[in-house]
């Protein structure tokens, strides 16, 4: 049996690279146990890279041959709707991760509202199982509490509603 805190820790020793954004993750191959590749947050230079996107490239561009059916990415936090399509798409079929969205809004993170478990099963044709919690405190540590809204106080010191709206499609 595969031991997950184990590589959870090594995915929470990845987040101190970024202590400002300590999204790091691991991916594993299951059978074996060998780290294949290993990625933090490197959203100052690249808004899309994530800590599992990172991963995910550094094993596409290592030139080894793996099976991704026996692929595990353990992260700090739960992959986010972009990385877990990311995921999906990388055939990787396990995601173990320390910390939720939710708690992480809770802590003041900014978070898009959908848990990676809505986007797999709105990804009918793909397989992917989720194991959360795992070392679930200490990854909460990592993220503590944020303050998302600093700066974004009207004048009078109420809090302003961002939001986006859908305007159609372009004209011509």
């Known amino acids: 049996m595969i031991d997950h805190e184990h590589y959870m ?3 929470i020793e990845l987040a101190a690279k970024v202590p ?6 691991v991916i594993v191959d299951s059978d074996s146990g060998a780290i294949l ?3 933090w947050n490197k959203t100052s230079i690249h808004p899309t890279w994530h800590g ?7 094993l596409a561009s290592s030139g080894s041959t793996f099976n991704s059916k026996v692929l595990a990415l353990y992260t700090t936090a739960e992959p ?7 995921i999906l798409w990388s055939g990787i079929q396990s995601v173990v991760y320390g910390t939720s969205i939710r708690s992480l809004q809770r802590r003041g993170w900014r978070q898009i509202d959908i848990p990676a478990a809505e986007v797999i099963r709105r990804s009918p044709t793909w397989n992917c199982t989720l194991i959360g919690g795992v070392l679930g405190q200490e990854c909460d540590a990592l993220f503590g509490i944020r303050d998302t809204h600093a700066g974004e106080e009207s ?6 509603e961002k939001r986006g709206k859908f305007v159609g499609e372009g004209r011509k």
């Open 9 to 11: 820790r090594r995915a």
């Open 20 to 25: 400002d954004l300590p999204f790091a993750a």
């Open 37 to 39: 590749a290993e990625g």
């Open 52 to 58: 599992e996107i990172h991963a995910i490239n550094e």
């Open 80 to 86: 986010c709707p972009v990385c877990q399509g990311a």
């Open 155 to 160: 004048n009078n010191g109420a809090r302003r």
